[in-house]
T-cell receptor, first 118, second 114 residues
Framework: AQSVAQPEDQVNVAEGNPLTVKCTYSVSGNPYLFWYVQYPNRGLQFLLKYITGDNLVKGSYGFEAEFNKSQTSFHLKKPSALVSDSALYFCAVRGVDILTGGGNKLTFGTGTQLKVEL | DSGVTQTPKHLITATGQRVTLRCSPRSGDLSVYWYQQSLDQGLQFLIQYYNGEERAKGNILERFSAQQFPDLHSELNLSSLELGDSALYFC?????????????FGDGTRLSIL
């Protein structure tokens, strides 16, 4: 079965510093990978996705993510964090499960709370 | 604003009751997805409809059912409610049927079971 791990419940960063939110995945076949952000009392918002091609994907609000097939990782990054980036970030994967043949769904990680402080 | 509308925003009811959550997808989107978000289970995919037909099923309980109507709005019906059903229920929509497209989420319905 496909799975996503976000090893950090919370990441703290100072405004202006670079940030990284980690994500690793497990899936059979080629993964489709996504990052979403959730602000308090709101639904998830799409940030970026990797389907194929360049391993560095650029998304909304200055975020980017790097796909690493050998490490099965898809870490979210931003060169300079803003206080307004403080939110809950979710990594998600869509893949094909060879054992069950299923895969037509997104599996989300447990989320990482990003806190950017002045 | 994602363009996805969910009503009601909050719902408080008792165990054993039945409720209906409603979702209007973004204009032009044919797929509707339902998710449950809780502290212990995280974000769980429940079910997907595409252009009125059930397309994919996730961790949806037998007590729960959904449908998508000809005008593409969708309803999620939860019956014989239990305390553990208390959660935030999200609807999302996308243009096509594939899970490789970005999904646009509503702001959710918070269901509290007393």
């Amino acid at each position: 079965a496909q799975s996503v791990a976000q090893p950090e419940d919370q990441v703290n960063v100072a405004e202006g510093n670079p940030l990284t939110v980690k994500c690793t995945y497990s899936v059979s076949g080629n993964p489709y990978l996504f990052w979403y952000v959730q602000y308090p009392n709101r639904g998830l918002q799409f940030l970026l996705k990797y389907i194929t091609g360049d391993n560095l994907v650029k998304g909304s609000y200055g975020f980017e993510a790097e796909f690493n097939k050998s490490q099965t990782s898809f870490h979210l990054k931003k060169p300079s964090a803003l206080v307004s980036d403080s939110a809950l970030y979710f990594c998600a994967v869509r893949g094909v499960d060879i054992l069950t043949g299923g895969g037509n769904k997104l599996t989300f990680g447990t989320g990482t709370q990003l806190k950017v402080e002045l | 604003d994602s363009g996805v509308t969910q009503t009601p925003k909050h719902l408080i009811t008792a165990t054993g009751q039945r409720v209906t959550l409603r979702c209007s997808p973004r204009s032009g989107d044919l797929s509707v997805y339902w998710y449950q978000q809780s502290l212990d289970q995280g974000l769980q995919f429940l079910i997907q409809y595409y252009n009125g037909e059930e397309r994919a099923k996730g961790n949806i309980l037998e007590r729960f059912s959904a449908q998508q109507f000809p005008d593409l709005h969708s309803e999620l019906n939860l019956s014989s409610l239990e305390l553990g059903d208390s959660a935030l229920y999200f609807c999302a929509s996308s243009v096509g049927a594939s899970f490789d497209q970005p999904q646009h989420f509503g702001d959710g319905t918070r269901l509290s079971i007393l």
